[in-house]
């Protein structure tokens, strides 16, 4: 395998000055010293709370093959035993490293965007395009300032498929990143109101989420979703963004990419699909009614990237649910008897919501078991939080839930809306009811655990996974 980049070529693409004898390969990129392998260049980016060039000394233990610093911070630096390659901005020097990287790639590119299901999608496009050729594709949710330039710059120069998550929460930030990305296929999963605080509503949203199609290459197509309100408006920003190709997936009868028909059961999804003029059935290896909408999105997006949408529908049935994306697991008690634990811990807004509890609905519980929704806040939602955490009682009602676990300042309004009808307890933050949570798990329940990933409910998740033996993986991955 050759190696990532070149030293010589590195210093090239970010306008760097060597310092010492840099080693002729560089094998990878990276901003983490914890995480670094040894021949990584470690770019010493600058952070809200933290200042890697605080852990050069760190990553050059790890084994780094050359520091990128910025030339400001050599005083502090010292004399280390280490190469490096000095610029005036290491963050811009990233960038440049991802310009470069985007330059010489052959790579079909997919640029991921949306208020749900980004993250999801993403790992199912990596999935399915693996079957049909070496794809490289954002680690974890890496899809910010730092996180897009960090991905393409460990873009292999040879890789045949590339999938990018492109994120916000502010307008005018999607535009500079898929300006690098360059996406031949620029899909948008749907508009909902996350983020709601930061915008006057969900035109406003939409037109931030539109800024993907200004990076598309000239021939490229927009991917969107038919069955959301905001079709139209998307379409007509794409249009006035010089994008000639729109193309949709959804039920309606217009989708280019349409479902057909689906059978929902507690464990995964049949689906048949008209793809492109051509029917293809599929097994979602993923329960829930959303993750049919995503597999639609990852058909389509496969297909305009030049795969094959049989062999991608097939790849379905071998799909795994992420970590805090509805990720399941059974839980052996202390005293006997199991339950289930579905992890939709990573975060949450009013869509994504209603997604998780209709999720919990459909699962399946042992003798004498019930479903119990562990909620947390949903952030950045401003002025309309109160309003938006109340509506979730309907939903939990609608879900045959059976006990509703809440906390934090925000949740206080759906404790109120829920009133005594339903068996709930509500406490401050997620540290006070980490006991509450222990006491209230029985035989043949399945919890659900649920928000925003600020609030810190993934402790509950790690919690239960410590506490309880795991005799069985309910999903393995693929």
Not at 199 to 224: H, N, R, V, Y
Not at 310 to 316: C, I, P
Not at 417 to 441: C, D, F, H, M, W
Request: charged share 20%; hydrophobic share 45%; with cysteine.
């Amino acid at each position: 395998m050759s190696a990532l980049w070149t030293a010589d070529d590195l210093v090239a693409a970010i306008d760097g000055r060597p310092v010492g004898t840099l080693p002729h390969e560089i094998t990878g990129i990276s901003i983490d010293s914890r995480t670094l392998k040894p021949g990584e260049a470690f770019f010493a980016i600058r952070g809200e709370a933290m200042d890697g060039h605080d852990f050069a000394s760190a990553a050059m233990k790890a084994g780094a093959g050359a520091l990128v610093v910025a030339e400001g911070k050599l005083p502090a630096l010292g004399r280390l035993a280490v190469p490096m390659i000095v610029v005036p901005d290491v963050l811009s020097a990233l960038e440049k490293a991802g310009v470069a990287a985007r330059a010489r790639s052959r790579a079909r590119i997919v640029a991921v965007t949306g208020s749900v299901g980004k993250t999801s999608t993403k790992e199912a496009l990596r999935h399915v395009l693996s079957r049909q050729g070496s794809v490289h594709a954002s680690d974890k949710s890496f899809n910010n300032h730092w996180g897009v330039p960090l991905t393409l710059a460990r873009l292999p120069a040879d890789c045949d498929f590339a999938v990018f998550e492109i994120g916000m929460n502010h307008p005018g930030e999607i535009r500079p990143l898929v300006k690098m990305v360059r996406p031949h296929v620029a899909l948008v999963t749907m508009i909902a109101a996350a983020h709601l605080g930061h915008f006057s509503g969900l035109d406003a949203i939409a037109e931030a989420k539109a800024e993907i199609f200004e990076g598309l290459e000239p021939e490229g197509a927009a991917l969107l979703n038919r069955d959301d309100s905001r079709f139209n408006l998307l379409s007509k920003l794409a249009k006035r963004a010089g994008v000639k190709r729109i193309e949709s997936f959804g039920e309606s009868e217009s989708a280019a990419c349409r479902l057909l028909d689906v059978a929902l059961t507690p464990e995964s999804s049949a689906i048949v699909a008209r793809i492109g003029g051509r029917d293809v059935s599929a097994t979602i290896n993923v329960p829930g009614r959303h993750m049919v909408q995503n597999a639609l999105a990852v058909l389509g997006a496969a297909s305009l990237l030049g795969a094959d949408p049989a062999k991608a529908a097939a790849a379905l049935a071998t799909l795994a649910a992420e970590s805090g994306r509805g990720q399941r697991h059974v839980l052996q008690l202390a005293g006997g008897g199991t339950f289930r634990l579905i992890d939709e811990s990573y975060n949450a807004n009013p869509a994504s919501m209603r997604a998780a509890l209709e999720l919990l609905a459909g699962a399946p519980l042992g003798a004498g078991g019930r479903r119990i929704a562990v909620l947390g806040d949903m952030l950045e939602l401003g002025t309309h939080a109160r309003k938006l955490h109340a509506a979730l009682a309907d939903l939990v009602r609608a879900a045959g839930v059976d006990v509703v676990l809440l906390a934090g300042p925000e949740m206080k309004a759906l404790s109120d809306a829920l009133g005594t009808s339903l068996a709930t307890e509500y406490r401050e933050n997620v540290e006070q009811l980490k006991p509450v949570l222990l006491e209230t798990i029985r035989p043949g329940d399945t919890v659900m655990v649920k928000s925003s990933k600020g609030i810190g409910f993934s402790k509950l998740v790690d919690l239960l996974l410590k506490q309880f033996s795991q005799p069985v993986a309910e999903q393995k991955r693929a």
